[in-house]
């Protein structure tokens, strides 16, 4: 770590120069302005107005790159931050077929993407999201709402044997995944420029490394309910070959998961460390619930036993998720004071 001396300029005033290697690297000259972002714990931040411009961009050339790894690249600079991207065929090369379609899917997965140039050498798309359109507890709490729609959707639909029910929550795995993707531009863009730590939410750069963890698991509950809703689909008459007892016992666990799902978000938003210890307690009441079905099954044959272990283990999984956010949430709330932490 380098270390700089402070020095008195005046009765009121103090001054420490800037290292010249980072000055150069951000073409910070003498008479250029720069912004003081002011964070918790002590934190001075000094950006140069370089590092706070809209319009990056990024060119990825597709040349030696099948589709796959042109439509991936995209998602990448979109996560990175990137306002503009361009694909590029490369000297004297023309885009193909599946270059264009992958640009058009990666379109299709990404919210506030768009194409705005096309030419048989080169696509421009662009992203108009404006980051301080959203918060990222709001987004946190959108992303849980979806998976916790496909949840009860996909359950509902092996309750019921309808297999629109488990089509719609199929439907919103799409949402969800652009949902995640969003969140993860917003992290990135905040930790690469403090300043947008703010506008979208927070106090300081802190929580951003605990908010890119829930997102994930919050994205994973929804490939969760996702697997219900395959499952639905892929069964015999939509549904399980169960008593009706045993599908209300599914349809509670169901009810419980998503209770502690949305607790676990909520104590992460509201720094809510009482949230987070009664999710915790929750979950040692419901913890064996996968394996006491299991145990009360008739018996069955074995693609039927399969079809009920793949819905259980679902919801625990997702249930284990929520008490993975509820230890983040733990550290978040436990970072500040409260009732419970005072902290010198």
């Given at each position: 770590?380098?270390?700089?001396?402070?020095?008195?300029?005046?009765?009121?005033?103090?001054?420490?120069?800037?290292?010249?290697?980072?000055?150069?690297?951000?073409?910070?000259e003498?008479?250029?302005?720069?912004?003081?972002?002011?964070?918790?714990?002590?934190?001075?931040?000094?950006?140069?107005?370089?590092?706070?411009?809209?319009?990056?961009?990024?060119?990825?050339?597709?040349?030696d790159?099948?589709?796959?790894a042109?439509?991936?690249?995209?998602v990448?600079?979109?996560?990175?931050?990137?306002?503009?991207?361009?694909?590029?065929?490369?000297e004297?090369?023309?885009?193909?077929?599946?270059?264009?379609?992958?640009?058009?899917?990666?379109?299709?997965?990404?919210?506030?993407?768009?194409v705005?140039?096309?030419?048989?050498?080169?696509?421009?798309?662009?992203?108009?999201?404006?980051p301080?359109?959203?918060?990222?507890?709001?987004l946190?709490?959108?992303?849980?709402?979806?998976?916790?729609?496909?949840?009860?959707?996909?359950?509902?639909?092996?309750?019921?044997?309808?297999?629109?029910?488990?089509?719609?929550?199929?439907?919103?795995?799409?949402?969800?995944?652009?949902i995640?993707?969003?969140?993860?531009?917003?992290?990135?863009?905040?930790?690469?420029?403090?300043?947008?730590?703010?506008?979208i939410?927070?106090?300081?750069?802190?929580?951003?490394?605990?908010?890119?963890?829930?997102?994930?698991?919050?994205?994973?509950?929804?490939?969760?309910?996702?697997?219900?809703?395959?499952?639905?689909?892929?069964?015999?008459?939509?549904?399980?070959?169960?008593?009706?007892?045993?599908?209300?016992?599914?349809?509670?666990?169901?009810d419980?998961?998503?209770?502690?799902?949305?607790?676990?978000?909520?104590?992460?938003?509201?720094?809510?460390?009482?949230?987070?210890?009664?999710?915790r307690?929750?979950?040692?009441?419901?913890?064996?619930?996968?394996?006491?079905?299991?145990?009360?099954?008739p018996?069955?044959?074995?693609?039927s036993?399969?079809?009920?272990?793949?819905?259980?283990?679902?919801?625990?999984?997702?249930?284990?998720?929520?008490?993975?956010?509820?230890?983040?949430?733990?550290?978040?709330?436990?970072?500040?004071?409260?009732?419970?932490?005072?902290i010198n």
């Amino acid at each position: 770590m380098e270390t700089r001396k402070v020095q008195r300029l005046g009765p009121s005033t103090l001054a420490m120069t800037l290292p010249a290697e980072w000055a150069s690297a951000h073409d910070v000259e003498k008479g250029d302005e720069v912004s003081l972002r002011i964070g918790g714990n002590g934190t001075l931040t000094v950006l140069p107005e370089s590092i706070q411009a809209e319009e990056s961009e990024a060119i990825i050339f597709a040349e030696d790159l099948d589709a796959d790894a042109v439509e991936r690249a995209i998602v990448a600079q979109y996560v990175l931050g990137r306002r503009i991207i361009h694909v590029d065929a490369g000297e004297g090369e023309t885009l193909t077929s599946e270059h264009i379609n992958a640009v058009y899917n990666a379109e299709t997965q990404l919210m506030g993407l768009g194409v705005i140039e096309e030419t048989p050498e080169r696509i421009a798309i662009r992203c108009s999201v404006d980051p301080e359109d959203f918060t990222l507890d709001n987004l946190l709490e959108r992303l849980e709402s979806t998976g916790s729609t496909m949840r009860n959707e996909a359950v509902k639909s092996l309750a019921h044997g309808n297999p629109d029910l488990a089509q719609r929550a199929l439907n919103r795995e799409r949402q969800a995944n652009k949902i995640f993707v969003l969140l993860l531009r917003l992290i990135f863009t905040a930790y690469q420029n403090p300043n947008l730590a703010r506008a979208i939410g927070l106090d300081d750069g802190f929580p951003l490394i605990g908010y890119r963890s829930i997102a994930k698991n919050l994205e994973l509950t929804a490939d969760n309910a996702e697997d219900i809703a395959e499952t639905a689909l892929e069964s015999e008459d939509h549904t399980l070959t169960v008593e009706s007892s045993t599908m209300r016992r599914i349809r509670d666990f169901t009810d419980q998961v998503n209770n502690i799902t949305a607790m676990a978000v909520q104590a992460a938003v509201e720094r809510d460390y009482d949230a987070a210890i009664e999710v915790r307690q929750q979950y040692a009441e419901i913890g064996n619930r996968e394996t006491e079905i299991l145990e009360d099954l008739p018996e069955m044959d074995n693609e039927s036993l399969l079809q009920v272990r793949e819905v259980l283990v679902s919801l625990q999984q997702t249930a284990e998720y929520a008490v993975r956010n509820a230890e983040i949430s733990t550290n978040l709330a436990l970072n500040e004071e409260s009732a419970h932490t005072e902290i010198n």
